[in-house]
């Protein structure tokens, strides 16, 4: 954790297909935002986009990281990975539209509501993403935004 | 409704947080799909699910969810209780299916969540 100009770091790392530890790193940024007196109605909209995005990055890439980080108004939250991926993202953005395996699907996940989830969760939100070199979710929520 | 009845009402088993059985829920939503208990569950909600895995107490713990049955006889494992224990959630373990133990809380006044995540009165 760093902390430079008022504002708080936080990186971890997510491996691919690690799912009995996969939701750790949500875990932590949840507490970590209770711990600095969020509100609970932004703690809440940060959990579940930062685990929807840690799931993804376990299920579907190579493996990659989620960097948090907290302004004295803001939360951005950019989860990015080492690829492959997405072949059509407009696509993956549709709700009910996954690639997951029936394995993923086992785990309760795969449904094709990640993607819709986060961004619902997000005041302002972008995904960047290249075949062959990876993904890169940008998410921003506002410390003042409603209760979703 | 209390903790207390619900695990009467589906003659569960506690498995973990027999201290916490007096804790109110307002609804309930059963389901096994964890992108959609992110997306529905809005306030005190025991998750009713078919699913025992770490995933179902990572998912309870992103949205305050404290109480969880697992139904059609499901037994989480060991780390999941230890889990669910670390994080002060209930789990009980019921054979009703899905579909009868809702329909049991149902008719007892338990209502559901809507697609908005507001309690529904009917």
Not at chain 1, 61 to 82: F, R
Not at chain 2, 99 to 109: I, N, R, S
């Amino acid at each position: 954790m760093t902390n430079k100009s008022n504002a708080i770091n936080l990186e971890f790392n997510v491996m691919k297909d690690d799912f009995s530890r996969a939701g750790e790193a949500s875990s932590k940024i949840k507490k970590i935002l209770t711990q600095l007196g969020i509100v609970s109605s932004v703690t809440r909209r940060v959990a579940i986009a930062t685990y929807e995005a840690e799931m993804n990055i376990a299920i579907h890439s190579l493996g990659g990281k989620i960097e948090v980080t907290i302004n004295p108004n803001e939360i951005i939250i950019i989860a990015v990975d080492n690829g492959p991926g997405i072949e059509d993202v407009k696509l993956a953005m549709q709700e009910g539209y996954s690639t997951a395996t029936n394995k993923i699907r086992e785990l309760g996940f795969g449904a094709g509501m990640g993607l819709p989830n986060m961004k619902k969760c997000s005041d302002e939100f972008d995904i960047v993403s290249k075949k062959g070199k990876g993904t890169k979710v940008f998410m921003r929520i506002s410390l003042d935004s409603k209760p979703v | 409704m209390k903790l207390a009845t619900v695990k009467e009402i589906l003659n569960a088993e506690v498995v973990t947080g027999e201290q916490y059985l007096n804790n109110e829920v307002k609804s309930a939503f059963g389901c096994d799909l964890m992108s959609d208990v992110l997306a529905f569950i809005k306030e005190e909600t025991v998750l009713l699910t078919g699913l025992a895995n770490p995933q179902v107490i990572r998912t309870a713990e992103m949205i305050d969810v404290y109480a969880i049955v697992f139904v059609r006889g499901k037994r989480p494992s060991r780390q999941i209780v230890e889990m669910a224990e670390q994080r002060n959630i209930t789990l009980m373990t019921t054979d009703y299916i899905l579909y009868t133990a809702c329909g049991k809380l149902y008719e007892k006044g338990l209502r559901g969540v809507n697609v908005k995540g507001d309690v529904v009165d009917d």
